[in-house]
């Protein structure tokens, strides 16, 4: 059994103070515990609660450290309403909840249908007005696209059949034909001047393929001695050795000279 108080002899901090020492308590280890600040605590033990911000803090703060240091804590703050003039009263929530003056509710009207008639009767007008407008620059509108459509109409079923352009034409805007064989499998990509991709992929052992571009193709071999090339139909000589990154661009034949 712990140490025996003088209840009745002893004021609430020496009450304190004797429990946290037999409890083998720091005023540091019962601040840590019950988050009170040491300094109040110290007060609490010297009877001084100014530090504790009033009546209500003050029990409260008595109620947690008797806790900590093994005292009844209701017992304790019983024993302190005691020793200072008995228990609060409690405040009655009319009190609290007084109002200081009257709060004025406005009268609730009835919906003024004056107005509300008004309104529906403007949009009305309104609504007319838009669609006599809208109807006007309708017919403008239709009246405008007739007049403009001057060119000629092609009967529905008649097939529109765009006629090849000369090779002269052809050889003047540039055209380069690119035309690939894979000897074994290897990766390729060719792309036009303006970075558009023509192809990109593996090709196999044996296959072949055509591109062709206006003015340069551009072509990414991954393995150079594994393709062999014609350009605008002619043959292309030794690209790189075996496994060797290559990458060329060949550009459009020049036209023959007059």
Wanted: aromatic content about 4%; charged content about 25%; some cysteine.
């Amino acid at each position: 059994m712990g140490e025996a108080f003088a209840v009745q002899e002893q004021s609430i901090g020496a009450m304190l103070a004797a429990a946290r020492r037999s409890a083998g308590l720091t005023v540091e280890q019962v601040s840590a515990a019950t988050r009170i600040r040491e300094a109040i605590i110290h007060g609490l033990e010297q009877d001084d609660d100014s530090q504790c911000g009033g009546d209500f803090y003050t029990r409260g703060h008595i109620k947690a450290v008797a806790k900590a240091v093994g005292l009844d804590p209701e017992a304790t703050v019983h024993l302190y309403d005691q020793q200072h003039g008995g228990a609060p009263r409690p405040v009655a929530a009319s009190a609290v909840f007084q109002a200081d003056r009257k709060i004025h509710v406005p009268e609730r009207r009835g919906p003024n249908w004056s107005m509300a008639l008004g309104v529906a009767l403007a949009i009305v007008i309104v609504f007319g007005l838009m669609r006599v407008l809208g109807g006007a620059s309708d017919q403008v509108r239709t009246a405008d696209v007739q007049a403009a459509s001057a060119r000629p109409s092609v009967p529905p079923n008649m097939p529109v059949v765009e006629r090849p352009k000369p090779a002269s034409e052809r050889a003047r805007k540039g055209i380069v034909t690119i035309t690939i064989k894979a000897k074994r499998t290897s990766y390729v990509q060719a792309h036009d001047a303006k970075g558009r991709k023509l192809f990109a992929g593996t090709m196999k052992e044996g296959e072949t393929s055509t591109w062709q571009a206006e003015d340069q193709v551009n072509l990414l071999l991954a393995d150079a001695s594994a393709v062999s090339l014609q350009v605008n139909g002619k043959k292309v000589g030794r690209l790189g050795g075996k496994g060797e990154i290559v990458r060329r661009s060949f550009g459009a034949a020049k036209p023959p000279s007059r």
